[in-house]
């Protein structure tokens, strides 16, 4: 079953589909608010779990031609932005990064390739992780950011060849 | 092909941007050309470099937490008594019953109830003058009758016969003073029979002692006529204290005789003041010498 029957199901109020969905897409969650600046271990389940409560409580929304990966990085990219707000109010450790207990690396070179993702500009930050932790493809991007294709991949390059030569810097 | 336009190519590659007759060529390209496949190792590494597995231990957390928010959610969404989901319905059909019930009650109520022949009782506060005295008279109201200009307007016109002299009429007010000026006014003119028998009633019953006053003192002018000597022997049992001891002077002060048999039985009944007794005692000597 595709993300948008499960989610025409959940829309009609069957609920067990959530954990289908969750099942996909729990990983590449964690994956994002990891680099969007919350990796605390806590934080990060909290904001998984918190984009799947509002997946129930807006599934009404959810339009039935609408794509569900669009539509699921739109609701966790809002509940990120309310996390930095309510970080920023608090001003505790919370924002120090303890990646390192949380995550298994991949590889050495993890925090360097995180460090160069975090000073990247913003635009071209958010594009790689939509392509990288999303799997979006140019056109699903573009629809999202509601601009031409065009300016997406240049964006995607752009920040392939940033993130390259920073790394090959640092390495 | 410019190293920019290879480094593209191999970021949609990487990226899955590409299709499938697309990724075809381009594996072949890679296959063909060292510099290509030189190049898109390279972004590759950055690329994979970015991936991470959480730990095992916060996903079993997450999955416990995001399965309990999940029963939770369910529960709250389908609730396994139907009574739950009819409730609203009920609670609908409730409110219309009700207000239907509450039109036809008021209908049968406004067109069957016979409210003219309702008695209407009004409680009236009477206040009296003197010593503080509140007392509740319960009083017939007409249905029709016009307001008055006060309450107790409506009290006295019912009480008043025919037969009945306006002093009787007045002497039967609530207010002291009312009565008081009454008597007072009486004082001044002639008293015929009904004014006495008015007086006399007033004098055994009026519970002030100053309406008692006010009607000795009216009477005494008058003392000299039998019929007034009869009205204050017949009112001496009934009064009591300055009262008593006064219409006892006046009676000595006309030498009335038919006083005298009333004056002994006062002096023999013990309810009578020790003073009174002591008065009736000297007026009587005084009256024999």
Redesign the interface.
């Known amino acids: 079953m595709t993300d948008e029957a499960l989610m025409i199901c959940i829309k009609n109020?069957d609920?067990?589909k959530?954990?289908l969905l969750?099942e996909r897409y729990?990983?590449r969650l964690?994956?994002y608010f990891?680099?969007r600046s919350f990796s605390d271990?806590d934080v990060?389940?909290?904001l998984?779990?918190q984009v799947?409560?509002r997946v129930?409580e807006y599934r009404k929304s959810f339009k039935d031609e609408g794509n569900f990966k669009v539509w699921l990085y739109a609701i966790a990219a809002n509940v990120n932005r309310q996390e930095i707000k309510y970080q920023m109010q608090r001003k505790d450790s919370l924002f120090a990064y303890s990646?390192e207990y949380?995550?298994?690396?991949?590889?050495d070179?993890?925090k360097?390739?995180h460090q160069i993702?975090k000073k990247l500009p913003e635009q071209y930050g958010e594009v790689l992780m939509m392509?990288?932790f999303w799997?979006m493809?140019?056109e699903e991007i573009a629809a999202l950011k509601e601009c031409s294709v065009g300016v997406i991949?240049t964006r995607?390059?752009r920040a392939?060849?940033l993130?390259?030569e920073a790394?090959?810097k640092l390495t | 092909m410019t190293a920019s336009e290879i480094?593209?190519l191999a970021?949609?590659y990487l990226?899955?941007?590409l299709s499938e007759e697309e990724k075809v060529t381009f594996e072949q390209l890679l296959e063909q050309d060292e510099r290509i496949r030189q190049k898109v190792n390279?972004?590759r590494?950055?690329?994979?470099?970015?991936?991470?597995?959480?730990?095992k231990q916060?996903?079993e957390?997450?999955?416990d937490?995001?399965?309990a928010?999940?029963n939770k959610?369910?529960h709250t969404?389908?609730p396994d008594n139907i009574i739950y989901r009819i409730q609203p319905v009920l609670y609908w059909w409730a409110s219309v019953a009700a207000v239907i019930v509450f039109v036809i009650a008021f209908c049968l109520g406004k067109y069957n109830s016979d409210y003219q022949q309702i008695v209407k009782y009004k409680i009236l506060q009477v206040v009296k003058q003197g010593p503080v005295q509140t007392r509740y008279v319960k009083v017939y109201v007409a249905q029709n009758a016009e307001k008055k200009k006060a309450g107790l307007g409506s009290y006295q016109s019912p009480v008043v016969t025919q037969n009945q002299s306006p002093l009787m009429a007045q002497l039967q007010s609530p207010y002291s003073s009312t009565r008081i000026s009454a008597v007072l006014a009486v004082k001044e003119g002639k008293l015929s029979e009904a004014d006495l028998k008015a007086l006399g009633s007033a004098l055994k019953n009026d519970p002030d002692p100053n309406v008692q006053l006010a009607i000795v003192q009216t009477l005494q002018p008058k003392a000299s006529s039998t019929g007034v000597q009869r009205l204050l022997i017949n009112a001496l049992p009934f009064v009591q204290g300055t009262v008593q001891s006064s219409m006892i002077d006046i009676l000595f002060a006309n030498k009335s005789k038919e006083a005298i048999p009333q004056m002994l039985a006062l002096l023999h009944n013990d309810s009578t003041a020790y003073h009174t007794q002591g008065q009736i005692k000297q007026g009587i000597e005084e009256f024999l010498n």
């Open positions: 109020d609920l067990s959530v954990a969750y729990k990983q964690l994956q990891a680099y271990r990060s389940k909290d998984v779990q799947f409560l129930i990646e949380s995550y298994v690396m991949e590889n070179d993890y360097i390739v993702l392509s990288k799997r493809k140019y991949k995607v390059y392939m060849q993130l390259k790394y090959f | 480094e593209n970021t949609d990226t899955g941007n390279d972004l590494l950055v690329w994979n470099a970015l991936d991470m597995t959480p730990k916060i996903i957390v997450m999955d937490n995001f399965y928010m999940l959610q369910t969404l389908q």
